[in-house]
């Protein structure tokens, strides 16, 4: 099946944004006197929003009375250095320019904060008009909640009949169902394609390239 409308996941999906995350974090940690973790470990706590990666990588999470205050630390630390060593994923700026010369509309729907995914979609992707993420202010829930895809899909002005979704986690496989869409879950990100399998994949994409052919 052909789509016309592609709804992706930011980061493990368009951006390898992992080691940004985890020297975040590990900043974070630091400066309230706390373990750090390595890269593997951020790898399995990413994925739900960035509150929920510091519950995961703070001793006793949202119960450690220092909790807030480390979560701050993240979140004005990471905004300054978000694009430190974040790329794209090989193929994937040919893939979204070859989308856009097919006229096809494409949005950016993700659970990391709003201002930091507006920020790197507009700088690694101005071919994507709408980027949306984490934005609680507006009433629209996290993923894997579907309210983030609508409210692409009505800024695309699509009935969402010819979409679909493009992730690469277990949250992006529930996002799509809640949707209503198919999804592609892709083998370059976060995680590998048994632990997609065990969560219900069905389509998969081995390289960027791929998806112009499923």
């Known amino acids: ?7 992706f996941d930011l980061d493990g999906t368009l951006l390898d944004t992992l080691r940004d995350l985890a020297d975040s974090v590990n900043y974070a940690l630091r400066q309230h006197h706390m373990p750090e973790h390595s890269v593997d470990n951020i790898r399995r706590f990413v994925g739900n929003g960035v509150r929920l990666l510091m519950e995961r990588a703070v001793p006793d999470g949202a119960d450690n009375p220092l909790f807030d205050a480390a979560f701050d630390t993240f979140r004005q630390y990471y905004m300054h250095h978000s694009l430190d060593t974040t790329r794209p994923y090989d193929g994937i700026p ?15 729907v993700s659970n990391k904060m709003m201002a930091a995914t507006q920020e790197l979609v507009r700088h690694f992707f101005p071919e994507i008009p709408v980027a949306i993420g984490e934005h609680e202010a507006e009433g629209i829930r996290k993923k894997p909640a579907p309210d983030t895809v609508f409210a692409a899909l009505r800024q695309l002005a699509n009935q ?17 169902r809640n949707a209503g869409l198919p999804c592609i879950s892709v083998l370059w990100g976060f995680r590998d394609r048994e632990f997609l399998l065990d969560h219900g994949a069905t389509t998969f994409a081995s390289h960027p390239s791929d998806i112009l052919n499923i």
């Open 160 to 176: 969402q009949l010819t979409a679909v979704y493009v992730g690469d986690s277990d949250v992006d496989l529930a996002t799509a």
């Open 94 to 108: 040919e893939l979204i320019r070859e989308l856009h010369a097919r006229g096809c509309q494409m949005a950016v």
């Open 1 to 7: 099946m052909s789509y016309d409308t592609y709804i």
